[in-house]
């Protein structure tokens, strides 16, 4: 699966830890995707762009900050306060960089026309730290479907549904399909339980995983990020 891909089934965004050993992320709340060259032609050529950039907004997140500014799905993101945003990771680095609490502008571009929207960035819930982690390691996780992989209470096992290129994920040679059993030792028997093994996992440190590759248990260590 391409990098564009893997950030389209990501929530989005990050942002630096609040304070030395605690994980707290700065939050905007959308899911989204970069432009394809014919969108990128067509967005030039609609609003007098020399070149079209930008990145879409596929979904915002209900009573996340994104909502709270009146950002759209459909909205194309070209600035973050006055940096021109090409690209999602560079969006992602840019929200990085502001800290939770903190009032930044986006530059959108909508059917009306151009527009400014400001936004108050939030601490990222708990329940997505998980997801935001396993991205940066380089993965995405989903409840298993496959028959059998149904564990006691009826929970669903994590599988592993994509793996970036190039990431510490890849490179410890994990694969789509690989079903989560352990994070740093820790039981997992659930897609929350992966969820929460994830976000406590320190930021310093390799991370290490028990998993499933059909009959096999396999561990493997991913280098921090």
């Not at 009573?63 to 909205?75: F, K, N």
């Not at 982690?133 to 989903?142: C, D, H, K, L, M």
């Not at 669903?156 to 690989?178: F, N, Q, R, W, Y």
């Amino acid at each position: 699966m391409s990098a564009r891909a893997v950030f389209l089934l990501a929530v989005l965004l990050l942002g630096a830890p609040a304070a030395a050993g605690e994980r707290q992320w700065s939050w905007l709340g959308v899911r989204i995707r970069d432009l394809a060259e014919q969108e990128m032609e067509q967005i030039a050529a609609k609003h007098g762009l020399r070149e079209g950039f930008g990145v879409v907004i596929v979904e915002v997140i209900e009573g996340a900050p994104a909502a709270t500014a009146g950002l759209r799905a459909g909205d194309i993101v070209v600035a973050f306060g006055d940096r021109p945003v090409t690209e999602t990771r560079l969006l992602q680095r840019l929200i990085a960089a502001a800290p939770v609490g903190a009032e930044s502008r986006l530059t959108v571009l909508r059917d009306e026309g151009r527009r400014r929207v400001a936004v108050r960035l939030a601490a990222m819930p708990r329940e997505v730290v998980g997801e935001r982690v396993a991205v940066e390691y380089g993965f995405i996780v989903r409840e298993s479907d496959r028959p059998g992989e149904v564990r006691r209470e009826g929970a669903s096992t994590p599988a592993i549904t994509a793996v970036l290129p190039g990431s510490p994920a890849e490179k410890a040679g994990l694969e789509p399909g690989d079903v989560i059993l352990q994070v740093d030792e820790r039981p997992v028997v659930s897609r929350e339980a992966a969820r929460d093994g994830l976000a406590d996992a320190s930021p310093d440190r390799p991370l290490r995983l028990t998993v499933r590759r059909g009959a096999a248990h396999l561990s493997v260590t991913l280098k921090s990020p």
